[in-house]
């Protein structure tokens, strides 16, 4: 890699850490960032995945004291259940063509630009729908469905699992964001190890965005209570997201 490549690499990767610990959204601007140095979009995808996986884990540490349980499941099983769907969702990529995968990218970007752009309005809906009478069921599918889209496409993941929450009646807002870091940590992981042992993850890449994500995790983590103006910084990142999406579509 050139050192103008190296810098992409790295400015990518802690603006990714930061944005996933406040807002979500970082595989905006992960992907593409893999993707113009020359890898290959099945492993681009696989690589932001796993360089994801430092910036949850910074971003979970700074949210320890807020997690705790509200809903119909206890934390481990939460993990658990997300951690089947992310190796299902993983598999699910070891086995899509190259083209194919191009060829879908575009539409779960949009997907995930929707839903990270009306997530709030989404998450009140269903909290005010009375989201607490959800049971054992409906929380495991919920959990179970988000893990295996988290395992296939790391995209909008953060936006995905707190609507999850709310529907499974999780009402603390810090409580949900340190829940999302530690099954988005945990849902990451073992995709990674997935990609890892099917050869996809492109590894000089990888360690410059893991380290630059891991410092971004933590500061995003620190600073997410200080940050007054979130809709500025959600607008913001809509605006990467549809962007990502025409390019990848023009293209």
């Given at each position: 890699m050139t050192i103008l490549e190296v810098?992409?690499?790295?400015?990518?990767?802690?603006?990714?850490?930061?944005?996933?610990?406040?807002?979500?959204?970082?595989?905006?601007?992960?992907?593409?960032?893999?993707?113009?140095?020359?890898?290959s979009p099945v492993?681009?995808?696989?690589?932001?995945?796993?360089?994801?996986?430092?910036?949850y884990a910074s971003s979970a540490w700074g949210f320890r004291h807020d997690v705790q349980s509200e809903g119909a499941l206890s934390l481990k099983a939460i993990a658990g259940i997300g951690g089947i769907g992310s190796v299902l969702g993983a598999l699910l990529l070891t086995i899509t063509p190259g083209?194919?995968?191009?060829?879908?990218?575009?539409?779960?970007?949009?997907?995930?630009?929707?839903?990270?752009?009306?997530?709030p309005n989404i998450l009140r809906k269903i909290q005010s729908g009375g989201a607490g009478k959800a049971g054992m069921a409906v929380s495991t599918a919920s959990i179970f469905a988000v893990s295996?889209?988290?395992?296939?496409?790391?995209?909008?993941?953060?936006?995905?699992?707190?609507?999850?929450?709310?529907?499974?009646?999780?009402?603390?807002?810090?409580?949900?964001n340190g829940l999302k870091s530690i099954l988005s940590a945990v849902?990451?992981?073992l995709s990674a190890v997935t990609f890892i042992a099917s050869g996809l993850i492109a590894w000089e890449q990888a360690l410059v965005m893991a380290a630059s994500s891991a410092i971004g995790g933590y500061l995003g983590a620190s600073m997410s209570r200080r940050i007054i103006k979130t809709n500025l910084m959600r607008q913001f990142v809509t605006v990467i997201g549809f962007t990502m999406t025409l390019v990848f579509l023009l293209h």
């Open positions: 810098l992409l690499l790295a400015v990518a990767g802690a603006a990714a850490g930061f944005l996933n610990a406040v807002a979500g959204g970082g595989t905006f601007l992960s992907l593409p960032a893999l993707i113009y140095v020359g890898v492993s681009a995808n696989a690589t932001a995945t796993l360089t994801a996986l430092p910036g083209d194919t995968f191009l060829w879908v990218v575009p539409w779960l970007l949009l997907l995930s630009t929707f839903l990270f752009a009306f997530g295996i889209y988290g395992g296939y496409f790391n995209g909008g993941l953060g936006i995905m699992l707190l609507a999850a929450f709310g529907l499974i009646g999780y009402v603390n807002l810090h409580c949900m849902v990451s992981l």
